[in-house]
Antibody
Framework: EVQLVESGGGLVQPGGSLRLSCAASGFTFSSYEMNWVRQAPGKGLEWVSYISSSGSTIYYADSVKGRFTISRDNAKNSLYLQMNSLRAEDTAVYYC?????????????WGQGTMVTVSS | QSALTQPASVSGSPGQSITISCTGTSSDVGGYNYVSWYQQHPGKAPKLMIYEVSNRPSGVPDRFSGSKSGNTASLTISGLQAEDEADYYCSSYTSSSTLRVFGTGTKVTVL
């Protein structure tokens, strides 16, 4: 079964750091581009970051640029998001999402999400 | 990069058709045929419903269709069913440095 499972969420104080992980299974992870997408409580989806299959190309939303770092370990079938200098507005469910190989800009597989709460 | 604009809510009776709009600019929706649509039920992860403006992934009912005119994309649900009640989001590739953008989201209510 094709699956993405996020972990690493939790409660962190403003200014703190957190590292999210996304474990992939059921497909050849190293062949796919990956993304992080977040959703604040009661709000809409916000694309956060993209990484190419090799890890050589990376993009970030302006709201997280300079604070968040996306990375991947193809040998471990894992995607990561290092989040530093966290703010209250970073509170959200964070999803990892796979890019379709059929086309651009189509997230065809999503994880169940992991909740990040930034609060003192 | 601002979010694409969607109506906050759309409603319809079972069997009816509804259309959700998604308005962007020539830098995103109008400039590329890389518009996708997602369905999200409460507490669940989003699900891909349409890609490349009008293509349906395997398993998505043909009641769901997509189109685009200028800077506005649209998702039409024909023969509305109770299980279609959910939030819907559009997304587009963008030429800005941020690469991807989502719409503001639309809550579909089946009356």
């Amino acid at each position: 079964e094709v699956q993405l499972v996020e972990s690493g969420g939790g409660l962190v104080q403003p200014g703190g750091s957190l590292r999210l992980s996304c474990a992939a299974s059921g497909f050849t992870f190293s062949s796919y581009e990956m993304n992080w997408v977040r959703q604040a409580p009661g709000k809409g989806l916000e694309w956060v970051s993209y990484i190419s299959s090799s890890g050589s190309t990376i993009y970030y939303a302006d709201s997280v640029k300079g604070r968040f770092t996306i990375s991947r370990d193809n040998a471990k079938n894992s995607l990561y998001l290092q989040m530093n200098s966290l703010r209250a507005e970073d509170t959200a469910v964070y999803y990892c999402a796979r890019d379709s190989r059929v086309t651009a800009n189509a997230f065809d597989i999503w994880g169940q999400g992991t909740m990040v709460t930034v609060s003192s | 990069q601002s979010a694409l604009t969607q109506p906050a809510s759309v409603s319809g009776s079972p069997g009816q058709s509804i259309t959700i709009s998604c308005t962007g600019t020539s830098s995103d929706v109008g400039g590329y045929n890389y518009v996708s649509w997602y369905q999200q039920h409460p507490g669940k992860a989003p699900k891909l419903m349409i890609y490349e403006v009008s293509n349906r992934p395997s398993g998505v009912p043909d009641r769901f269709s997509g189109s685009k005119s200028g800077n506005t994309a649209s998702l039409t649900i024909s023969g509305l069913q109770a299980e279609d009640e959910a939030d819907y989001y559009c997304s587009s590739y963008t030429s800005s440095s941020t690469l991807r953008v989502f719409g503001t989201g639309t809550k579909v209510t089946v009356l």
